[in-house]
């Protein structure tokens, strides 16, 4: 019977029609069309929605929902999924699927989506009526950790807050997908659920200080800011507003206010939803400094924190701004849902300003990251994108892997209508060349793009339209065209236009059905340094990143298990001195490539050098690159003496190999990897680099699978009071055998491993506080074969 209704009630909802879905109530000059009002066609886009709605209907709802009726004393159907799902942050990936699936019907109109998405929300509200206190969600021990933060128990870290693994995040993801659930896929219950949930919020902090609240708010939130002050637009009312800005995070607020850059060393996602959410609050009161705030954030990390594929972060954190080493270093390049996220301020800012640079980072962050991140067979979603020359990417699989990156994933590829178009109240603004067509109701404006973009550079568009009317047009001049290289054709005439790159061509005409425009560029090959001027290059065509294959050997884990860190690509990776390099001078470096097939965009690169042997490679785009290890930025030398000085340089001190195990303290995951724990600790950051420190204890769990390790080095950072750290590794007490210097700050110190601890696969590493005084700021921890300091 309960089956029978489900299918009535969607049944319902098909008939209903695209007309019922909601609209948030406009506050921007400059609105976007609903996702139900444009239609993709063939192309790469189409296909990437394809293959994520594929991915989307392999999900099995019941194991997403198992945790939420954990947690609402009700008898799951099935067992929750495993990896991240059933470790702690259980339940973040069933608020995106709402999403998710939100998104993909008003893209698709596709009955067993919304089958999908109407199941869901019976269930959680059957969850939200068994607590009976409007709350929904699967943080494990949600009740007692719930009632503790109401009572003003508050114990908050950077990723935990009262040993929990960033629960407000994680509920985050449950209002986000009941708000979209509303509003893009017009589901009305979701209205009332979310309003509910929302009502809980509130009574959940109305009994505590501002200073309590923003101790809360160390831990990460994600946008909670934004859906309150979304649920204050949706209902009119101004308490939501109040509770949206409770939630807004002061001590991230505040230099951005002052126009000051404090964001070195900070984990980097956990900051951008925060401003998306000062951005909202900003549109909705009209408050000029956090506006002006959201600005000068999205400057900063574009201008100065930003890689070529649009992406920004290594190890997930940001970076100082001339120090790029670990970005180029590391194989936990730019995170997607970083991108993501960018994406998301990017266009809040486009729609106060209509200014056209937010639309070209768009664009080159869409096809180079977002774009770039889903496997084109199997469906799967990227975390890490290195850009470490000869590293690779790990996908995703449906059953086995849930990470955060996997539930934006699940969103990215079902939006990519989102921003091709806009509207004014007197123009259409056409932002991307991706073919697709428009059904702008309002008007009784249909428009059709046909292109082949980026493969050919060209678009043409087709208006249909009820009867004769006048707007204007607004044609993208990218900045990646050249002064003159672009050329706009109505009807086939020629329209004269001053305009230069990185403005929009207006067209102002009366428009009659069958009128034609087209657009016609040049497009050229370009270079693009790290934003550090360190060596390094990277190749672009248009605005297409190009990259080069390397080679497919030992990439282990490219289809993830369900381990914890089974994100991370942890094959080998590739000595510096067998990486190709440029090898000439900056300023010719972009005549190197030369275009060998138009139709595919293929290019050879000459003048790279392993060695003293040239090895010319194939260039394509970086998005069309799978199942390989490749090269996005090459290092460069002006000669060959200098090439061959760079190579005696590089030749490997032994360090590396002697590395058995590594975390990287005060860093999300890697402490989560290696089963963080511990009493009255908290982090900071000296220098950009992350530090654990304790007046208690805190803990870790070394991998030592094949039992090679037989030393432990500490990097700690110096500190002017008197520090005192008591080491015991597996429960021994041991003493450094060698201590010195690292850098002008950082200090180490090496253990032997008790003999005891020889033959065991986990070591684990406890570091405790005595003499009433806290642990050195340990900033990583290492496990090693032999005692190797550098």
């Not at 086995?400 to 590829?413: A, D, P």
């Amino acid at each position: 019977m309960k089956h029978l209704l489900l299918l009535v009630l969607i049944a319902i909802k098909l008939c209903e029609g695209m007309e019922s879905f909601a609209q948030p109530s406009p506050s921007n000059k400059i609105q976007l069309f609903p996702l139900h009002e444009v239609r993709l066609l063939d192309g790469p886009f189409k296909h990437a929605q394809e293959t994520d709605k594929r991915y989307l209907l392999r999900l099995n709802p019941d194991c997403l929902l198992a945790p939420f009726l954990r947690e609402a004393g009700l008898l799951a159907k099935t067992d929750s999924y495993t990896n991240w799902e059933n470790t702690g942050l259980d339940g973040h990936i069933g608020g995106h699927y709402l999403t998710a699936l939100s998104l993909m019907y008003a893209s698709t109109e596709d009955p067993e989506i919304l089958e999908k998405l109407v199941y869901m929300l019976s269930e959680l509200r059957r969850c939200q009526e068994a607590l009976g206190t409007g709350y929904i969600g699967a943080v494990p021990g949600s009740t007692t950790l719930w009632s503790a933060i109401q009572s003003g128990n508050i114990a908050a870290g950077t990723f935990d807050l009262n040993k929990k693994w960033v629960p407000l995040y994680n509920i985050h993801k449950t209002y986000a997908g009941l708000r979209d659930a509303y509003l893009i896929a017009g589901q009305s219950e979701a209205k009332e659920m979310l309003v509910r949930m929302t009502d809980w919020a509130i009574r959940l902090v109305q009994n505590l200080s501002e200073y309590q609240i923003q101790d809360m708010l160390r831990s990460e939130h994600g946008g909670l800011n934004e859906v309150f002050a979304d649920v204050a637009a949706i209902t009119g009312d101004t308490k939501y507003l109040t509770l949206a800005k409770q939630f807004s995070h002061h001590s991230i607020l505040q230099p951005l206010v002052e126009g000051k850059d404090a964001l070195t060393g900070l984990h980097a996602n956990t900051q951008i939803p925060k401003v998306i959410g000062f951005k909202r609050i900003a549109d909705m009161d009209n408050n000029k400094s956090w506006d002006a705030a959201a600005r000068f954030f999205w400057e900063t990390v574009v201008q100065h924190r930003t890689v070529a594929i649009g992406g920004n972060s290594a190890y997930e954190h940001f970076h100082p701004q001339d120090d790029f080493s670990n970005m180029i270093n590391s194989v936990e390049g730019p995170e997607t849902c970083n991108t993501y996220n960018m994406l998301k301020l990017s266009v809040q800012l486009f729609q106060t300003e209509g200014d056209i640079r937010y639309v070209d980072f768009y664009e080159r962050a869409l096809y180079n990251h977002i774009l770039s991140t889903q496997h084109p067979t199997q469906g799967g979603f990227v975390y890490f994108t290195p850009m470490r020359p000869g590293h690779y990417r790990v996908y995703s699989q449906p059953q086995t892997s849930f990470w955060c990156c996997v539930g934006s994933g699940l969103e990215n590829h079902a939006k990519y209508g989102e921003f091709i178009y806009a509207h004014d109240e007197k123009d259409l603004w056409v932002n991307l060349f991706i073919s697709s067509t428009l059904d702008w109701k309002e008007r009784g404006v249909q428009l059709r793009q046909e292109t082949s973009f980026p493969q050919e550079p060209s678009t043409k568009l087709t208006i249909e339209t009820t009867k004769a009317q006048k707007f204007g047009l607004k044609l993208r001049y990218p900045a990646w065209v050249r002064s003159g290289d672009l050329r706009v054709t109505v009807n086939g005439v020629d329209v004269k236009t001053d305009v230069i790159p990185g403005q929009y061509v207006r067209v102002d005409r009366i428009w009659k059905s069958g009128d034609q425009v087209e657009l016609h560029f040049k497009m050229h090959v370009d270079i693009e340094q790290m934003p550090d001027h360190s060596s390094y290059f990277a190749y672009l065509y248009g605005p297409i990143v190009l990259a080069a294959k390397t080679d497919t050997a030992a990439m282990a884990g490219i289809l993830a298990d369900d381990s914890r860190g089974g994100h991370i690509a942890k094959g080998p990776q590739i000595a510096a001195q067998d990486i190709p390099v440029l090898v000439g001078p900056a300023a010719e470096l972009k005549e190197f490539p030369s275009l060998i097939s138009p139709r595919e965009l293929r290019f050879r690169l000459a003048h790279t050098f392993v060695g003293d042997q040239e090895v010319p490679q194939e260039l394509i785009p970086f998005y069309q690159l799978h199942d390989s290890r490749y090269i996005i930025y090459w290092p460069q030398v002006d000669n060959r003496e200098a090439l061959r000085q760079k190579d005696s340089d590089l030749q490997q001190s032994g360090w590396a190999k002697a590395v058995v195990d590594k975390v990287q303290c005060g860093q999300q995951q890697p402490e989560s990897d290696h089963d963080i724990d511990y009493e009255q600790s908290e982090t900071g950051v000296t220098d950009g680099r992350q530090w654990r420190e304790a007046s208690g204890w805190f803990s870790y769990t070394m991998k030592n699978v094949k039992k090679e390790g037989r030393f432990l080095m500490v990097h700690f950072f110096k500190t002017d009071e008197k520090r005192n750290t008591e080491v015991r590794i597996n429960g021994t007490l041991v003493s450094p055998i060698r201590s010195g210097t690292l850098e002008a700050n950082e200090l180490f110190a090496v253990y032997a491993l008790p003999a005891q601890s020889h033959n065991t696969a986990l070591v684990t590493v406890r570091f405790q506080a005595t003499e009433n005084n806290k642990t050195n700021r340990m900033a990583a921890v290492v496990l090693l074969t032999q005692d190797e300091v550098k």
